[in-house]
Nanobody, 120 residues
Framework: QVQLVESGGGLVQPGGSLRLSCAAS????????MAWYRQAPEKQRELVAS???????NYVDSVKGRFTISRTNAKKSVFLQMNNLKPEDTAVYYC??????????????WGRGTQVTVSS
């Protein structure tokens, strides 16, 4: 089993930046693809960014050029650097581990989420 804990969310003004962290437990972290999803109230959960075990990344079009996903296997963590934040980025951001993200198939391993609010 995998346990995931997100952190780093908060309230920022448009144009600001945040860095989200997801700390994972388990011995096989280095073999897992990882992803960030987000969910705004009354909206479907959306795949934002993913990274494979070898470091290949993918992003939803709306965040390309603004967000960067990265990982460090030594610390069993995945990060999401979010720059030039927009109000439409407001959502709860969730970490997911071990899914098939190229097909948008998340696993059942989720963190509890961290709130990101972008508002003036």
């Amino acid at each position: 089993q995998v346990q995931l804990v997100e952190s780093g969310g908060g309230l920022v003004q448009p144009g600001g930046s945040l860095r989200l962290s997801c700390a994972a437990s388990g011995s096989r972290f280095s073999t897992y693809a990882m992803a960030w999803y987000r969910q705004a109230p009354e909206k479907q959960r959306e795949l934002v960014a993913s990274i494979t075990s070898s470091g290949r990344t993918n992003y939803v079009d709306s965040v390309k050029g603004r967000f960067t996903i990265s990982r460090t296997n030594a610390k069993k963590s995945v990060f999401l650097q979010m720059n030039n934040l927009k109000p439409e980025d407001t959502a709860v951001y969730y970490c997911n581990a071990g899914g098939d993200y190229s097909s948008n198939y998340p696993s059942n391993y989720w963190g509890r989420g961290t709130q990101v609010t972008v508002s003036s």
